[in-house]
Structure formats: structure tokens, C-alpha cells
């Protein structure tokens, strides 16, 4: 689908009410049964998301409590995604101090001066 035709389906979505988007998600449901090749697989947390929405949906719930629940889902999903972020970058700078480890710091040539001038010492 090119993004001409994505963005003016997401403008005609928007402008309709919850219960109307339902029905064209079961419209839309349908066609891809009878019609689609092959369907995506969503990520785990999208495959529980739309569960539970299927659930609330066929319990007969009110769209606002379906709307709300879905938001409350969408905002835990998010957190998850910051969470798991932040887990794979603190496994990444592990394993890659692991298996890069910095270089000892080179011993000072021999000779150099190490801040004190030869046979000075220091007084209290």
C-alpha cells in the first residue's frame, strides 16, 4: 500500500465514531481472509492487545470501555518497549566490554619525569 492511500484511509478513520471503526476492523477482518495471501504476525504483546479487545468486543462492552482499556494496554506496551530497550543496551555494553576489554594503561617510558625532580624530597 503506498502512503498516499494509508494516510487518506487513516483521515477517513479518524473522522468516524469508535463503533463505525469496529465494523470496518471486521470488514477489513473479512477481506483478509477470503482475499490475503499471507497475513503478518504481529508481536507477542500486539497478539494479547487485540485478544482482549476481541474478548471485550464479543462480551458486548461499551466502546468507551473498550477504548479505554486499549489505551490503558497501549501505554503498558510502550513502558514494556522502554524497559526492554533499556535491558538490550545495558547486554550490549556488557557483552561488548566482555569482548573488547580496554588495553591496560602504558607504563611511562623509561627515564621521564614522574613529577618530582631526582633526589628532592618532600617536607611536611
Known sequence: MNEFLRKRI?????????????????????LE???????????PLQRLAETVEDTLRAGRLPVTAI????DAMGAAGRVMSGLAAA????????????????PPPAPPPAGAETGRAEGTTRSA
Do not use: N
Not at 550490549?92 to 580496554?102: C, F, K, N
Open 67 to 70: 477504548k479505554g482499556t486499549m
Open 87 to 102: 535491558g538490550k543496551a545495558v547486554v550490549d555494553e556488557v557483552t561488548g566490554q566482555r569482548a573488547a576489554p580496554a
Open 33 to 43: 481472509s477470503r482475499y490475503a495471501a499471507r497475513t503478518p504476525s504481529p508481536s
Open 10 to 30: 487513516e483521515r477517513k478513520l479518524d473522522s468516524l465514531p469508535d463503533e463505525r471503526v469496529y465494523q470496518v476492523l471486521d470488514y477489513i477482518e473479512f
